[in-house]
């Protein structure tokens, strides 16, 4: 096997190349274009959720090496947010970033990791949703959402008991947020492929079939709602995460690409007469 020489060097410079433009935009929030490409906080969730699975397989030092500058980073950036900017990032599409933090924090024991990730839990949110009511989610975009319950329940599975900064953490509150919002989405606005939204949003509850176009079932949300099931049935064992798992993969995932071509579908339309769109390799998704 070909060694590569002075490993930890090379992982710096490739998060440097890899962050620094993030950096730059990360909490310039008031002048994002949520449809354009600076999304900074989503992007970075993506890249360091995906580079987790990477860390399994080098030793400890080269972990915290790969990881911990990009997120002892974030944990300087983010604590000296004011109230608005804060307020600000909590309503944007930011990704799993407060999954990854807790993810993170399981990894290294830093408690400045474990309050990174704190920065990006959306009580109040979470709160709406546990309360329970009409119409919760209407409007809301959908895979920002789902993310945020994820994060909310990898605290509960990372933390729950656990003393950050000298403070017990009773996280218990955070799997019965999962908990709600999962059945909430799934009784109120699930189609029966496992798929939800119309145009990457939530509706009102309960009226999926008023909703139906070319443009519904986000294949992205289909993903995060069975990141969560699978999550919340290792927890509490209910047979329900694992029944809505399996109708969604074969329906939703599985579908959603082309068996010829490789090809994957971004929405898969309900609306009677239409036809499922896949991407192309080089010009649309």
């Known amino acids: 096997m070909h060694r590569i020489p002075r490993y930890p060097r090379l992982i710096d410079d490739i998060g440097l190349a890899l962050f620094d433009k993030i950096k730059l935009h990360f909490d310039i929030v008031g002048i994002f274009d949520l449809s354009g490409p600076e999304k900074s906080g989503f992007s970075l969730g993506i890249l360091l959720t995906d580079t987790h699975p990477v860390q399994q397989h080098l030793d400890l030092a080269l972990k915290r090496t790969a990881l911990c500058g990009s997120q002892c980073w974030t944990y300087n950036r983010a604590s000296k947010w004011s109230a608005q900017t804060h307020n600000t990032v909590l309503s944007i599409e930011y990704g799993g970033m407060n999954d990854c933090l807790y993810e993170l924090y399981e990894i290294t024991g830093k408690d400045t990791h474990a309050v990174a990730a704190h920065y990006f ?148 339309p309900m609306a009677t007469g239409y036809f499922k769109v896949y991407s192309s390799p080089y010009d649309s998704f």
């Not at 309960?206 to 139906?212: G, N, S, T, Y």
């Open 121 to 268: 839990d959306e009580t109040n949110l979470h709160e709406a949703v546990l309360k329970g009511g009409r119409n919760v989610l209407t409007n809301k975009h959908a895979n920002t959402t789902i993310p945020k319950f994820i994060g909310a329940l990898k605290r509960y599975i990372v933390l729950d008991g656990k003393t950050v900064n000298g403070e017990k953490i009773d996280a218990s509150r955070y799997l019965e947020y999962a908990e709600a919002f999962w059945d909430m989405v799934t009784t109120h606005h699930t189609y029966i492929t496992g798929g939800n939204s119309e145009w990457e949003h939530f509706g009102e509850d309960d009226i999926l079939d008023k909703e139906r176009t070319n443009c519904n079932c986000e294949t992205c949300n289909s993903y995060n709602m069975l990141k969560l099931s699978r999550e919340l049935f290792k927890i509490t064992g209910d047979r329900k995460y694992m029944d809505f798992y399996e109708g969604t993969y074969y329906n939703s995932i599985l579908s959603s690409q082309n068996p010829e071509s490789g090809m994957t579908t971004y929405f898969q």
